[in-house]
C-alpha cells in the first residue's frame, strides 16, 4: 500500500500570516499536534507543531538564558528565541525543513519517517502541492481494515508447510537455524531446537504462525543459558 491508500485528502492548513492565537485555537478545536501551512497557490511552506508553540512570551515559558549562558550564544541564536517566543504570525515560528512524502510512497517509508523522527504525521506533497497527510492513526486504520486472509479449502499440505517455515527462518538473520527444526502433522506446527534467547524464540513463533495453512504451534524449544566466564 502507498500513501495514496490511506491519506486524508481534506486537510485542515493556515496561511503564513495567520496569527499564533488562530493557530492554538485550530489546535484545540481539531485535537490535532500540527498544522501544515500553505502558500496562496497551495503550496506546503512549512508546519506549526504544538512544540513551535511551547516558547511564549505571553504565558511566561519563553526561554531565559543565565546571563553568562547569553555571553556564550550567538546573537543570531538569541533573536530566533526572541522571534519564536514573541512573533505573531505562522511564517515566523513554523518549522520550515518539513518531512514530507508524495502519494506514491510505500507505507513502510512512511512508517520509518514517523519513527526515526518522532513525528506523528507526513504531509504528502505532489509538485510542490499539498494534497493529503499521513498520520500515526492513519496506519493504524489501514491495518485495521486489513482483511483477514481466507481458511484454505483443502488440507495442508504438511511437507510443503515445513519447507516454508524452514526456508523463511533460514533467511532470517537472527535465527539460528542449523539449530532449529520443525514437525507438521495435520497442520500442527511443533517448534524443537536452541534459541539463544527469549527474543529468538519469539521470534521463531511469530514466523511460524504467519505461515500460511498453520493451524496451531507447539513451542519446545530450549533457551541457551547466559554464560558465565570466572576469573
Same mark, same amino acid.
Given at each position: ?20 492565537? /488562530? ?18 497557490? !497551495? ?7 504544538? !512544540? ?7 504565558? !511566561? ?47 513502510? =517509508?512512511?512508517?520509518?519517517?514517523? /519513527?526515526?523522527?518522532?513525528? =506523528? ?6 509538485? !510542490? ?18 482483511? =483477514? ?50 527474543? /529468538?524464540? =519469539? ?29
Amino acid at each position: 500500500m502507498r500513501a495514496r491508500d490511506v491519506m486524508t485528502t481534506h486537510v485542515i492548513t493556515v496561511g503564513p500570516d495567520a496569527t499564533i492565537q /488562530e493557530v492554538a485555537q485550530l489546535l484545540l478545536k481539531h485535537r490535532f499536534s500540527a498544522v501544515p501551512v500553505v502558500d496562496r497557490q !497551495g503550496e506546503l511552506v512549512g508546519i506549526v507543531s504544538e !512544540g513551535d508553540l511551547l516558547r511564549r512570551a505571553e504565558v !511566561g515559558t519563553d526561554r531565559r538564558r543565565a546571563w553568562w549562558l547569553r555571553l556564550l550564544t550567538g546573537a543570531e541564536t538569541l533573536a530566533a528565541d526572541y522571534v519564536k517566543s514573541h512573533s505573531r504570525k505562522a511564517s515566523d515560528v513554523m518549522t520550515k525543513r518539513v518531512i514530507t512524502a508524495t502519494s506514491d510512497t510505500p507505507l513502510s =517509508k512512511i512508517a520509518t519517517l514517523l /519513527e526515526r523522527n518522532s513525528i =506523528k504525521r507526513v504531509p504528502v506533497v505532489d509538485e !510542490g502541492k499539498l494534497v493529503g497527510i499521513v498520520t500515526r492513526a492513519n496506519l493504524v486504520q489501514a491495518f485495521a481494515t486489513m482483511h =483477514k486472509e481466507a481458511a484454505p479449502e483443502v488440507a495442508p499440505n504438511d511437507s510443503a508447510i515445513r519447507e516454508k517455515l524452514l526456508a523463511q527462518l533460514r533467511t532470517e538473520p537472527w535465527a539460528q537455524s542449523w539449530q532449529l527444526n520443525v514437525t507438521v502433522k495435520d497442520g500442527v506446527v511443533d517448534l524443537w531446537g536452541v534459541v539463544s534467547s527469549d527474543a /529468538e524464540r =519469539k521470534a521463531v513463533r511469530v514466523a511460524a504462525e504467519n505461515t500460511p495453512a498453520v493451524r496451531a504451534v507447539n513451542d519446545h524449544l530450549v533457551q541457551q543459558p547466559t554464560q558465565s566466564w570466572a576469573y
